[in-house]
T-cell receptor
Framework: GAVVSQHPSRVICKSGTSVKIECRSL??????MFWYRQFPKQSLMLMAT?????????EQGVEKDKFLINHASLTLSTLTVTSAHPEDSSFYIC??????????????FGPGTRLLVL | GEDVEQSLFLSVREGDSSVINCTYT??????LYWYKQEPGAGLQLLTY?????DMKQDQRLTVLLNKKDKHLSLRIADTQTGDSAIYFC???????????FGSGTKLNVKP
């Protein structure tokens, strides 16, 4: 199946700094990427939908100035957590689809990035 | 959003069948999925079913859907140690492109 990578896999940062997480589709072009957040023993919560070449669509309650998303190419989307605080510590997972109109089951997930803010 | 609930843990012996359960709240037409997540890896789609179906079988996997009770189950026959992982149930309403995930069930297979 298709492969989606994330970098870094794990990051520790100081409170107040910004952290960038990359999501790449390695062997297909992804017009749409999704960013999820997962707290321990809880569900994956959709944060935003990232469309190549246009602004991301954020879910209710997600601060778009806090979580900056850039989908500059068909293989790369980035999530930047700005001025990170300890409550932003979480597991961030991206997924990618070749086309939003395509079959729903063709959504491929990255391995996740664990962020710890001290 | 929709509520999708799963029990957190399941432990079985190798060779036994595993049954992982999930409940959801959406009353409209919806797709229901089972994903597997191994440590350090992404979510791997195992199977999916549309809400107008009752059952789907794929090799060792059997999905049963009780639409009245909004209950979904995944049965793994002849469970192997390699099946140890976290299993996520997810729902995606027909007219939306959003996924709602359960909290995941950690399956432990004992030799």
């Amino acid at each position: 199946g298709a492969v989606v990578s994330q970098h870094p896999s794990r990051v520790i940062c100081k409170s107040g700094t910004s952290v960038k997480i990359e999501c790449r589709s390695l062997d297909f072009q992804a017009t749409t990427m999704f960013w999820y957040r997962q707290f321990p023993k809880q569900s994956l919560m959709l944060m935003a939908t990232s469309n190549e070449g246009s602004k991301a669509t954020y879910e209710q309650g997600v601060e778009k100035d806090k979580f900056l998303i850039n989908h500059a190419s068909l293989t790369l989307s980035t999530l930047t957590v700005t001025s990170a605080h300890p409550e932003d510590s979480s597991f961030y997972i991206c997924s990618a689809r070749a086309s939003l109109a395509g079959p729903r089951e063709t959504q491929y997930f990255g391995p996740g990035t664990r962020l710890l803010v001290l | 959003g929709e509520d999708v609930e799963q029990s957190l843990f399941l432990s079985v012996r190798e060779g036994d069948s595993s049954v992982i359960n999930c409940t959801y709240t959406d009353s409209s037409s919806t797709y229901l999925y089972w994903y597997k997540q191994e440590p350090g890896a992404g979510l791997q789609l195992l199977t999916y079913i549309f809400s107008n179906m009752d059952m789907k079988q794929d090799q060792r996997l059997t999905v049963l859907l009780n639409k009245k009770d909004k209950h979904l189950s995944l049965r793994i026959a002849d469970t192997q140690t390699g099946d140890s992982a976290i299993y996520f149930c997810a729902e995606s309403p027909y007219n939306f492109n959003k996924f709602y995930f359960g909290s995941g069930t950690k399956l432990n297979v004992k030799p």
